[in-house]
Each structure stands twice: as structure tokens, then as C-alpha cells.
């Protein structure tokens, strides 16, 4: 080489070296900003126990060796890749296909995954287009049982529950149907089958906005309580649980023919007021309990229903902080306050009633419903701060894998978080911080990789020891397999933690015949 293009490219190479240095007065004083765009470096630096947790229980392995996607091309991505980097763009908390460039970058994660690299949005959709209707439950549909089926071993409660997923394109199944925080916006309906106290998912079901009602859910749910068998080795609820959306007579016979135990909420028709009416004035209604509800039982037959069953009429006296708002003409705004009563002498009682086939005693039922309350959190936490409610494309056959397939990864990183904290569950606004987020920058030699992270949490004591307990986890499943060679490593691990959540996520000792809702 000539000195003259030694010193051009010389010049070449420090005006690169000084374009990549910046200086920026910031308010704390001045500082040198270099770009490195070679290193491997990751925001998730804390996946790679998260990938360990996977690696030892098989599970990643067996939901990308059974996905039925297929390609011819020999250039077409790793089935692998695809799936990593959807479930990446899941535990990131990212709700839209666009959101997957943001993780392109990240080969730190890719490495851990065993993945060549993160796909783009659009290879994801191509993708997943792939997969029909059949051949995506029948993949995800048993990746759902295997994750939640070995804790189903003590008594437990389903919950079902429909939310609304708003959209706003002209995607297959997008209608307008029930809405009630955004009326007249199409929607497609998320049927939700949850194990309560647990917050695992069952299965989930995507419909079209119309199809909101529970018949629409029924033979989801009767497909489900047959796949979980019947006699000795039965994994079957203790009580299916539901609310108004769900008393009706096609749910109750689907329940009454396989003999399932239920506790349903009835709508406030005008049959059930004229039997509220008639039960207010009797003398017999329990003595209010430890929430000041008090509760009375009645048979009742509705129009349509093919025979009488139990109710539960559940009141509570409401003792103040009342307001009705109402538009006079349509337009003004009007607020009428009332306080403890709205007369002398008169009270205000909210009311509920239940049908259910079970001889629980009464107050055992009014806190079996208001359990349900958890099962909301779930619902919400669900869709609010996973991906169940986005991931939009254009057909519903796409939606409906990602829905399930959101499904799993929220089962996965639940137990997870319960390995690491067994004696209280982590949402994941609170979980992602603590057990994702750190900065990792990753250093290779002599064939051998090194992490380096950088927790940014404030909790740092307390994410060692959680660190510590997964590890402790891990380590049980690793000395039972060696022991036997054929035995299923995730139902090892969830027996494990299990054994050490039951006495905590159970409720207080219930009475006699109730069983307990872990």
C-alpha cells in the first residue's frame, strides 16, 4: 500500500473515530458520548435465568419442536427464531407487531434463547400466518394443560370471565357488539378460563364482537372439564365460578350433565327482583358477617329453565357515600348526593343473587363469590399489562395464536415468579422490574461467554435472595431427573412449588365441606 492511501485511509479513520464521539453539556455537566454499535449488550440482561428456568424444564423446547410451522425455503427463518422473538416481545411487555424492532438488536437474548437472531415484525406475521385455525389449538391447547396440569391435583375454582378487546381497522370478526367503555367501537370478545388463586390460564378463546354471550364460551367449557378427565384421576374444579354473564340454562346444563359443582351469578331480571321482593321481608336472613352481608336461600325456576334450583340472595345495607348522576335535557350534568339514608328511617341495600348447586353453608358462599375479585385482578392484569388485548392482524385465526400463545408465556413467567417468591404472587408491573430489567453486556473469549449485569432495581438485597430460591428450584428438578431418567421435569418443578405455596395461596380454613380454592 502506496503512503498516500495510508494516509487517506488513516484520515478515514479518524474522522469516523470523531464522528462517533459526541459532546453533550448536560445539566450535571459536560459528557463524552461514543456510539458502540458492535457490542452485545442487552436492556433484559436477568432473561438468562429466565432462559435457565426454561432450559431445565423442557418446556421451550417442547412448544417450539411441536409448533406445526413450516418452510420450504432455505432462507426463510428458524421456527426457533419466530417463536423467541414473539415470546421476547411478550415478556417485554409490547402489545403491537411494531413494537418487535425495538428487540432487534438485543443478540444477548438471542443467545440465550439458542436463537440465530430476532426476526423482524414482518417475518413474524408471515409467519404465524402460516399456522391454521386446527393445526394452532392443536398446538397450543395442550401446551396450556401440560403448563397448569400438575397443580391441579388439590381443589380448585375456575373462573370464567369475557373482556373486550377494541379495535380500530377492518379485522375479520371485528363487530360491534357489547362495549361498555367504548360503545359503538368494534371489538373481538376474549373468553378467559383461569385456575383462581393460582392466575394460571386455561385456555383462551378470541370470538367476534357479538359474541360476548357465554353460549358462545359453552363448548369451550365443556370441551375443557372433558379434557380434564373424570373418576380418580380427575383434575376437574371443585366449583366453576362466573358471573351474571354466565347464569343462564345453556351454561347450567353443561354443568349439570358432567356433574360439575357451580357458583353462578344470575342478572337482575324482573323475575329475580319480584323474588328479591318477596324474600326481603323475611326474618330468617343470616347475621352479617365479617363484611356485613347478610345472606337468605330460596328455590327458584326462571322462564326457560327446565327445573327449580338453589339461590342465594346476597345484601349488604350501603350506609353512605351514595351519588346519581344524571343529564337533564340531555345536556347539564346534575349530581344528586345522598347520605346515610334517604329518609328518616329508611335504608339502602345492595343486592346480589346466586345460583349454585352446592350445600356449602351460606356464608361460606358469600365469600366463595367475593373471592372472585382476584380472579378480576387476573383478568385486568391480563389484558392491561401483557399482550392479550393487542397483536391485531387483519384475520382472527392470528389473533387467536397469539392470544394462547400469550397465555402460555403469562403461565411460564407466573410460575417462575413463584419459584422466586413463593409466599406472594408478582404482577407483572411489579415482577418485570425486579426479575427482567437489568443492563448486561456480554464479553466472549476462549470460547467462553461472560455477563456482566447491571441491576438498575432499587431492591437489589431482595432480588439475590429470589435469584437464590429459583436456583434452589431448579436444582430439585436437576437431581430428580438424574435420579429418574424418564421423569417430566416441568410437572417435577410445579409439584415442587407447589408444596410450598399451597399453605399460603389457600383462603383461611374454610367450613365444613368447602373445599379450599388453592
Known amino acids: ?93 409490547h402489545k403491537r407487531y411494531a413494537h418487535i424492532t425495538a428487540l432487534r438488536g438485543d443478540a444477548v437474548a438471542a443467545q440465550a434463547l439458542g436463537m440465530n437472531k430476532v426476526v423482524s415484525e414482518d417475518a413474524l406475521r408471515r409467519a404465524l400466518e402460516r399456522i391454521d385455525e386446527a393445526a394452532s389449538a392443536a398446538w397450543l391447547r395442550p401446551s396450556l394443560m401440560h403448563s397448569v396440569r400438575e397443580a391441579l391435583d388439590r381443589p380448585w375454582v375456575l373462573d370464567i370471565d369475557a373482556s373486550i378487546k377494541p379495535l380500530y381497522g377492518r379485522q375479520e370478526g371485528a363487530q360491534i357488539g357489547y362495549n361498555p367503555t367504548k360503545p359503538m367501537r368494534p371489538s373481538h370478545v ?105 345472606m337468605v336461600e330460596a328455590q327458584l325456576q326462571l322462564h326457560g329453565w327446565s327445573k327449580k334450583r338453589r339461590v342465594v340472595i346476597v345484601r349488604q345495607r350501603i350506609r353512605g357515600g351514595i351519588a346519581r348522576e344524571r343529564r337533564l335535557d340531555g345536556k347539564q350534568l346534575r349530581l344528586d348526593l345522598a347520605g346515610p339514608s334517604v329518609h328518616e328511617g329508611e335504608r339502602l341495600w345492595e343486592y346480589a343473587v346466586l345460583v349454585t348447586d352446592v350445600a356449602y353453608p351460606l356464608e361460606s358462599i358469600g365469600q366463595l363469590y367475593r373471592d372472585r375479585a382476584d380472579a378480576e385482578n387476573a383478568f385486568d392484569e391480563l389484558k392491561n399489562q401483557w399482550g392479550l388485548g393487542g397483536f391485531t392482524t387483519q384475520d382472527i385465526t392470528r389473533c387467536q395464536t397469539v392470544a394462547r400463545s400469550c397465555a402460555l408465556v403469562y403461565n411460564w413467567w407466573s410460575w417462575y415468579c413463584r419459584a422466586a417468591h413463593p409466599t406472594g404472587r408478582l404482577e407483572a408491573i411489579t415482577s418485570r422490574p425486579l426479575l427482567l430489567a ?81
Not at 438485597?461 to 421435569?489: C, P
Request: proline share 5%; glycine share 10%.
Open 1 to 93: 500500500m502506496g503512503e498516500a492511501r495510508r494516509k487517506a485511509l488513516a484520515a478515514r479513520l479518524k474522522a469516523s473515530e470523531e464522528s462517533a464521539l459526541q459532546v453533550v453539556d448536560t445539566l450535571g455537566g459536560r459528557m463524552h458520548v461514543r456510539w458502540d454499535e458492535g457490542a452485545a449488550a442487552t436492556p433484559h440482561g436477568q432473561l438468562v435465568f429466565f432462559a435457565q428456568f426454561l432450559a431445565a424444564t423442557g418446556v421451550f423446547e417442547r412448544w417450539v419442536s411441536s409448533c406445526p410451522l413450516q418452510y420450504r425455503s432455505g432462507n426463510a427463518p428458524d421456527k426457533r427464531d419466530v417463536l423467541g422473538t414473539l415470546m421476547l416481545g411478550l415478556l417485554a411487555g
Open 190 to 294: 376474549l373468553h378467559t378460563f383461569l385456575v383462581a388463586n393460582l392466575r394460571l390460564v386455561l385456555d383462551v378463546q378470541v370470538s367476534s364482537g357479538k359474541q360476548h354471550t357465554s353460549g358462545h364460551a359453552k363448548a369451550a367449557l365443556g370441551r375443557l372439564l372433558d379434557e380434564l378427565g373424570d373418576g380418580p384421576d380427575s383434575r376437574r374444579p371443585a366449583l366453576v365460578r362466573g358471573d351474571s354473564g354466565y347464569g343462564n340454562e345453556g351454561i347450567l346444563l353443561t354443568l349439570e350433565e358432567r356433574q360439575q359443582p357451580y357458583l353462578l351469578r344470575l342478572r337482575q331480571t324482573k323475575n329475580v327482583q319480584r323474588l328479591v321482593a318477596q324474600q326481603f321481608a323475611r326474618q330468617d336472613w343470616s347475621q352479617p358477617d365479617n363484611q356485613g352481608c347478610q
Open 438 to 518: 437489568a443492563v448486561g453486556k456480554a464479553a466472549s473469549h476462549a470460547n467462553q461467554t461472560t455477563l456482566y449485569l447491571t441491576p438498575l432495581h432499587g431492591r437489589v438485597d431482595i432480588l439475590r435472595k429470589l435469584i437464590a430460591n429459583i436456583g434452589k428450584a431448579l436444582q430439585h428438578v436437576k437431581a430428580a431427573a438424574e435420579q429418574f431418567k424418564d421423569i417430566d421435569r416441568w410437572g417435577c418443578l410445579l409439584r415442587y412449588i407447589s408444596d410450598r405455596i399451597a399453605p399460603v395461596i389457600g383462603p383461611p380454613k374454610p367450613a365444613q365441606g368447602l373445599p379450599a380454592t388453592g
